[in-house]
């Protein structure tokens, strides 16, 4: 009996010696909590847009450089839209606690109020310093549950970008996987933008539905599918299962029709849908519709005559016969297609559409 008493006071007594000497000054002392990381981002939705980029913060070090701060996202599409062969950079932010909804395959992503869209065009190998010269950054913000857009040139020593919605020719000559090119490369106005980014007379985004972005990406730690890495980042609350995606038209080992397909989608099919700039014309070129041989203009007759000699739309087995591809072959302002940001031939791109039609069988009755 008085071993087991001694024993529990002795256990006692090293139970108070060893917590006595936690609490030293000279012995443990607690960790702190990490800090939680904070984007640095401002978009105050009763200031913006901004007078300059820089204002934002969406860039961290010196801006030129376009490294993303925390929670900046960059992001890719499938294919993308061509300009001028300008080379792009997009990202997206979107405030804390928020995040996008999954409409479908083949919609834009539901974005939360304060998003931003951010994409900067670029060339590389531009004359006669032959460097990089990042020519506007476009910006997309939901504001009050309607996109405005806010368009930034930057400056030639490219340490910042202002704001500038009324529009501007830029000369500009670069050298393009060794041949030497040049154009007026035109910054949109305001109004230049919503001819593109409109359904039904409200603003729209046009890239970033989830058949576009389902990809991998190459980010600073690793690749990852971007819809996966978005739900991870909290800016996507759905995983969205089994889509149906476009491809990069790009891609030679992909069929020729899924290439046409979702070249057309990227570039043409904002305007050629429903409620659309060009909407009136008879086909429809989303990814999803052209399935359908006749949404494509396949040997349907056009209703405006513009050039000479052109039968259909697409006019089967001749291209020299189709009026889709005079339009995408001219750069004259009154023919080209698209109207808009092109103003060079998409050597590649008529190369791909020569060789989809003449493959498409017998001529148009």
């Given at each position: 009996m008085k071993q087991n008493y001694f024993l529990r006071s002795l256990f006692i007594l090293l139970l108070f010696t060893a917590f006595t000497s936690c609490n030293d000054d000279e012995g443990y002392t607690p960790v702190p909590e990490p800090p939680v990381q904070v984007s640095p981002v401002d978009v105050n939705l009763a200031n913006v847009p901004y007078p300059t980029l820089s204002q934002y913060k969406f860039f961290t070090g010196d801006m030129k450089n376009m490294e993303p701060a925390y929670k900046v996202i960059p992001y890719d599409l499938n294919s993308t839209l061509f300009t001028d062969y300008a080379h792009k950079k997009r990202f997206v932010w979107m405030p804390a606690n928020t995040s996008a909804t999954y409409n479908g395959d083949a919609n834009v992503l539901d974005f939360p109020n304060g998003t931003v869209l951010i994409k900067n065009f670029y060339y590389d190998n531009v004359q006669p310093e032959n460097t990089r010269k990042i020519i506007e950054t476009r910006l997309m913000i939901m504001k009050n549950g309607e996109w405005i857009f806010a368009n930034y040139l930057w400056n030639d020593a490219q340490t910042e970008a202002t704001l500038d919605m009324a529009g501007k020719n830029i000369e500009l000559a670069w050298i393009e996987n060794g041949v030497p090119m040049n154009t007026t490369y035109r910054i949109p106005s305001g109004n230049e933008c919503f001819t593109c980014h409109k359904s039904d007379e409200v603003p729209s985004a046009i890239g970033p539905k989830?058949?576009?972005?389902?990809?991998?990406?190459?980010?600073?730690?690793?690749?990852?599918?971007?819809?996966?890495?978005?739900?991870?980042?909290?800016?996507?609350?759905?995983?969205?299962?089994?889509?149906?995606?476009?491809?990069?038209?790009?891609?030679?080992?992909?069929?020729?029709?899924?290439?046409?397909?979702?070249?057309?989608?990227?570039?043409?099919?904002?305007?050629?849908?429903?409620?659309?700039?060009?909407?009136?014309?008879?086909?429809?070129?989303?990814?999803?519709?052209?399935?359908?041989?006749?949404?494509?203009?396949?040997?349907?007759?056009?209703?405006?005559?513009?050039?000479?000699?052109?039968?259909?739309?697409?006019?089967?087995?001749?291209?020299?016969?189709?009026?889709?591809?005079?339009?995408?072959?001219?750069?004259?302002?009154?023919?080209?297609?698209?109207?808009?940001?092109?103003?060079?031939?998409?050597?590649?791109?008529?190369?791909?559409?020569?060789q989809w039609i003449s493959g498409l069988g017998e001529p148009c009755p």
């Open positions: 989830p058949q576009n972005l389902n990809k991998s990406y190459t980010y600073s730690n690793g690749s990852a599918n971007q819809l996966s890495r978005w739900i991870q980042e909290g800016y996507l609350n759905t995983a969205p299962q089994n889509i149906t995606s476009t491809i990069d038209w790009t891609d030679t080992s992909k069929s020729l029709d899924m290439r046409v397909r979702s070249y057309l989608d990227i570039n043409c099919a904002h305007c050629h849908k429903e409620g659309a700039h060009c909407d009136y014309r008879p086909i429809r070129l989303a990814f999803n519709e052209t399935t359908d041989p006749v949404n494509l203009g396949v040997c349907v007759e056009f209703q405006q005559p513009v050039g000479q000699g052109q039968s259909h739309i697409i006019a089967r087995g001749v291209y020299q016969r189709s009026m889709m591809y005079y339009r995408m072959n001219s750069v004259e302002d009154n023919e080209r297609m698209p109207l808009m940001g092109r103003s060079v031939k998409h050597t590649e791109a008529l190369q791909m559409m020569q």
